[in-house]
C-alpha cells in the first residue's frame, strides 16, 4: 500500500492543452516533493512545498501543497511535448529524519 | 559537478544468480541512497548511509541483499541470490546531508532482470 496515491495513472493530452495531477494521502507530511522521471533517467526534483496552501510557480507549472499538508496538485499549462514523463510525488513526515516515501507516479504524454 | 554514477546500467540474470551494482555518489555528498523502483512504482528506500555507516536498512530484505560504503564515498549493493520479483530499477541518490532541505540527485539507475 503506497502512503501518497497519485491519479490520474496515465494523462495523455494533445500539445497546448492543459494537465493537473494530483497527490493525496491520510498522512500529514513536512514537506512534500515533485520529481519528472524520463525513461532510462533517475528522477530530477521540480519544487518542494513546505507550507500547508503554499503555491508556487515554475514557468508553466503550478504546484499546491494542501492546507493540511496531506495532498499537493501540479498544474502543467499550455502542455508541451518536453513535458512527457513519469511525474511523481514524494513526502517527508519528519522535518529532522529526512526520508522519502514517493507516490506511484502519474505518466504524462502530450502529443505534438 | 558530475552527477551521482552507477554501473552497470543493464543487467540480465538467472533466479538464483548474483549481481551487484556500483554507486559513485556527487563529491562532497555525506548522504547516500539505495532505492528499488519496480515497473509501476515508485521508488521504495532500501538503505541510507551517513558517511559509512548505516542509517536506515529497515526495508532491505536482508537474507538476499547487503550494501556497504567503505570509505564513505562509493558504494556497493549486492544481491545474493536473486529472485524473479528482484527485477527492478535500482537508483542510487546522494546529498549533502540527511536533513530536510538538502535535495536528493538521483543516479540513472541499473535496470536488473532476473529470469
Known amino acids: 500500500t503506497q502512503l501518497l496515491e497519485q491519479s490520474p495513472q496515465f494523462l495523455s493530452i494533445q500539445e497546448g492543452e492543459n494537465l493537473t495531477v494530483y497527490c493525496n494521502s491520510s498522512?500529514?507530511?513536512?514537506?512534500l516533493q515533485w520529481y519528472r522521471q524520463e525513461p532510462g533517467e533517475g528522477p530530477v526534483l521540480l519544487v518542494t512545498?513546505?507550507?500547508?496552501?503554499e503555491v508556487k510557480k515554475l514557468k508553466r507549472l503550478t504546484f499546491q501543497f494542501g492546507d493540511a499538508r496531506k495532498d499537493s496538485s501540479l498544474h502543467i499549462t499550455a502542455a508541451q511535448p518536453g513535458d512527457t514523463g513519469l511525474y511523481l510525488c514524494a513526502g517527508d513526515k519528519k522535518p529532522n529524519d529526512y526520508k522519502l516515501s514517493f507516490g506511484a507516479g502519474t505518466t504524462v504524454t502530450v502529443r505534438a | 559537478e558530475a552527477g551521482v554514477a552507477q554501473s552497470p546500467r543493464y543487467k540480465i540474470i538467472e533466479k538464483r544468480q548474483s549481481v551487484a551494482f556500483w554507486c559513485n555518489p556527487i563529491s562532497g555528498h555525506a548522504t547516500l541512497y539505495w532505492y528499488q523502483q519496480i515497473l509501476g512504482q515508485g521508488p521504495k528506500l532500501l538503505i541510507q548511509?551517513?558517511?559509512?555507516?548505516?542509517?536506515?536498512d529497515s526495508q532491505l530484505p536482508k537474507d538476499r541483499f547487503s550494501a556497504e560504503r567503505l570509505k564513505g564515498v562509493d558504494s556497493t549493493l549486492k544481491i545474493q541470490p536473486a529472485k524473479l520479483e528482484d527485477s527492478a530499477v535500482y537508483l542510487c541518490a546522494s546529498s549533502r546531508s540527511g536533513l530536510a532541505g538538502h535535495e536528493q540527485f538521483f543516479g540513472p539507475g541499473t535496470r536488473l532482470t532476473v529470469l
Open positions: 498522512s500529514v507530511f513536512s514537506s
Open positions: 512545498v513546505v507550507t500547508g496552501g
Open positions: 548511509f551517513q558517511n559509512n555507516g548505516v542509517v536506515d
